[in-house]
């Protein structure tokens, strides 16, 4: 499957944002994961989806403040994005695996096979 990541921009401390992960084709009984990528660094698992029961797993920096959400018809999933903090900022990458399954709060990037480009997210008064 193939992925495409758009929705990121400028936002300011506080505010809000949506990014959304638009697959080529179905993602059922996959896990989808957005990661978050800043200069000189690896990526960092911050949202997974097990699209199979629906349950969810986020990064201890984001939790109570961010959902991901799917839209199954749009083979789409989203990250709602709140109360932003600048440590929010970077690119963001939705990747999906159907062989993968997020059991815990830490994903890695080497679990997923399918990625789709970053899109930038700045956090910035």
């Known amino acids: 499957v193939q992925l495409q990541a758009s929705g990121g921009g400028l936002v300011q401390p506080g505010g809000s944002l949506r990014l959304a992960c638009v697959a080529s084709?179905?993602?059922?009984?996959?896990?989808i994961g957005w990661f978050r990528q800043v200069p000189g660094k690896g990526r960092e698992g911050v949202a997974c989806?097990?699209?199979?029961?629906?349950?969810?797993h986020f990064a201890d920096s984001v939790k109570s403040r961010f959902i991901i959400l799917r839209h199954s018809a749009r083979n789409t999933v989203y990250l709602e994005m709140e109360d932003m903090q600048t440590e929010d900022a970077g690119a963001y990458y939705c990747?999906?695996?159907?062989?993968?399954?997020?059991?815990?709060?830490?994903?890695?990037?080497?679990?997923?096979?399918?990625w789709g480009q970053g899109t930038q997210v700045t956090v910035s008064s």
């Open positions: 990747a999906a695996d159907p062989n993968y399954y997020c059991s815990g709060d830490h994903f890695r990037e080497e679990d997923f096979g399918s």
């Open positions: 084709g179905s993602t059922s009984g996959h896990a």
């Open positions: 989806l097990n699209t199979g029961d629906g349950k969810t």
